[in-house]
């Protein structure tokens, strides 16, 4: 098949692009677009334009993706457990600590210089934009826009793994 060998690279660096938005792997996300072009190929004959097809059906597993673990609810144990932790002592700390770890994942997670300048924005030293931009290397007024940008990418990343609100209005 010459479409493995054409699609291939493509396919990989958009799921990679995808993916995390998604909340799910890569490769699972590759594996679900492959399956949906064989499932084509048993409708009818290939894409015309497989490259264009190919983003198209990229972005439409990583909604079907998010729209799942929009809907799918966590597990919060026995009755009334949930709602009972509290804000102070060592389970409060812990979850303290394990938000700010879930936080500096996705920051390492981010793409460019994304990375670089949020660690500067969550440094313990609270540092002024001065001081980030002569440790970035950066002109002092991009770091607005840039951090804009980084943030946006940051709630996008986190929105998918983070779970869905609930119902809202009155319930029947």
Do not use: N
């Not at 995808?18 to 949906?36: C, I, K, N, S, T």
């Not at 102070?88 to 812990?94: C, T, Y």
């Not at 950066?138 to 940051?154: K, M, W």
């Amino acid at each position: 098949m010459d479409l493995l060998k054409e699609l291939g690279p493509l396919l990989s660096a958009e799921a990679a692009a995808e993916a995390p938005l998604a909340g799910m792997d890569p490769a699972d996300l590759e594996q679900a677009v492959w399956v949906r072009l064989l499932e084509r190929d048993r409708q009818g004959p290939a894409p015309a334009e497989p490259a264009r097809w190919l983003r198209r059906a990229v972005r439409a597993e990583a909604r079907l993706a998010r729209r799942r673990t929009q809907r799918e609810v966590p597990y919060a144990g026995p009755a009334g457990c949930a709602d009972e932790a509290p804000e102070h002592g060592p389970e409060g700390e812990l979850l303290h600590r394990e938000q700010d770890r879930a936080v500096r994942s996705a920051v390492a997670r981010l793409p460019g210089r994304c990375p670089e300048l949020m660690t500067a924005f969550l440094s313990p030293r609270d540092l002024t934009y001065r001081e980030i931009a002569g440790e970035l290397g950066i002109s002092q007024g991009s770091l607005g826009p840039v951090r804009s940008r980084c943030l946006g990418c940051l709630r996008r990343m986190l929105a998918a793994e983070v779970e869905a609100p609930g119902l809202r209005g009155k319930e029947r």
